[in-house]
């Protein structure tokens, strides 16, 4: 039995970008505006005193991950996923080095594992801390292992493509794309063919991760924590097949079986109007009608799609609480554009 609660916080940082551009791209807030923002994320997390940190959305790496750990006295890990072409940190886009990032208190012993402490679960190029040559998305799930108080753990932190999911919404908007002559019926076949490729591509991101867990697990055979922003919900077929073959544990669902838990939330969030807009960044060039749809989606579907899971190892018993953070502003800002989830243990399983 532990003499204290662990806390694991799980967020998607939020980097501001449009992904328009080839020198740099679009930013949505000014460096003042952002700076405070991470001010505000640092401060947030200090006060939570979490055992363990998921990021994603770190931008720019390795500088994001250093500075936050400095301030909050943690260990630190970080893989970036997408930065287009670089050697040695220098390249285009000139503001985008993003990744996901893992933190825990000193003394945990927080290092990469060795056999697999990476793997891409989608996207082609190639992409290191020192050099990338990329042209469109990458995505990956990293790996570190932890020790507390004798129990050792791993942790697994990912962020998935985000395609449309079912919804109303888009599909009504499609529909009145045709009748107002705004798109060809070729065109809205062409649409609709790339929603699915991009429905397709989370779902293979979902079984590519399935099977890195298996695998990894196989190898080193310990309890683990996975989080992240999956960018769909665990109604996905997809998502219901991880959850089922892992045996996964869904803290915030168990402790809280009667909440919506969106952590994507267009209402109350106005940072989610920002990616919700029809336009990039510069509030003048319209975005091409996939984007549109998707922009219509973020501004007017709340979801559920950042997670904290449990692996089998553990049980319900052993968790005291589950619940969403930063889902109000602090001094009238929102750090981020997504809400953080945070689990409280009670307990964690026999080494």
Do not use: C
Not at 168 to 178: A, F
Not at 302 to 307: E, I, S
Request: glycine content about 6%; aromatic content about 10%; proline content about 4%.
């Amino acid at each position: 039995m532990n003499a204290r609660e662990i806390k694991i916080a799980n967020i998607n940082s939020w980097f501001a970008l449009d992904y328009h551009g080839i020198v740099k791209f679009g930013e949505y807030e000014t460096k003042q505006r952002r700076n405070t923002r991470f001010q505000l994320l640092a401060e947030g997390l200090k006060d939570l005193n979490a055992d363990i940190i998921g990021i994603q959305e770190a931008n720019k790496l390795p500088q994001y991950a250093k500075h936050l750990a400095q301030i909050l006295a943690y260990d630190t890990l970080w893989k970036i996923e997408n930065s287009g072409v670089r050697i040695l940190g220098y390249g285009f886009p000139l503001n985008f080095i993003a990744g996901n990032v893992i933190l825990a208190r000193r003394g945990y012993g927080l290092k990469a594992i060795k056999t697999g402490r990476s793997a891409r679960l989608s996207g082609k190029g190639i992409q290191t801390d020192y050099f990338s040559v990329h042209f469109s998305e990458m995505r990956s799930v990293m790996a570190a292992k932890i020790n507390i108080d004798g129990h050792a753990l791993m942790v697994l932190n990912t962020q998935l493509h985000y395609s449309l999911l079912e919804d109303q919404n888009w599909k009504t908007e499609l529909e009145n794309m045709g009748q107002k002559n705004e798109i060809t019926p070729e065109g809205k076949q062409a649409l609709l063919d790339q929603i699915q490729q991009g429905q397709k591509r989370t779902a293979s991101e979902i079984q590519q991760l399935n099977q890195f867990i298996r695998n990894l697990s196989a190898k080193v055979n310990l309890p683990y924590i996975l989080m992240g922003d999956f960018n769909t919900t665990v109604e996905s077929e997809a998502m219901q097949k991880l959850i089922t073959d892992l045996k996964l544990l869904d803290p915030y669902r168990i402790k809280n079986p009667m909440k919506k838990g969106y952590t994507w939330d267009p209402v109350i969030n106005p940072n989610a109007g920002y990616d919700g807009s029809a336009f990039f960044a510069d509030a003048l060039t319209p975005k091409d009608s996939l984007r549109k749809l998707k922009a219509l989606f973020d501004r007017r579907t709340p979801r559920r799609v950042d997670f904290v899971f449990l692996s089998h190892h553990f049980t319900s018993d052993m968790i005291k609480e589950a619940k969403l953070i930063f889902s109000r502003p602090l001094n009238d800002l929102f750090v981020s554009d997504h809400f953080g989830v945070l689990v409280v243990l009670k307990d964690l399983p026999s080494p």
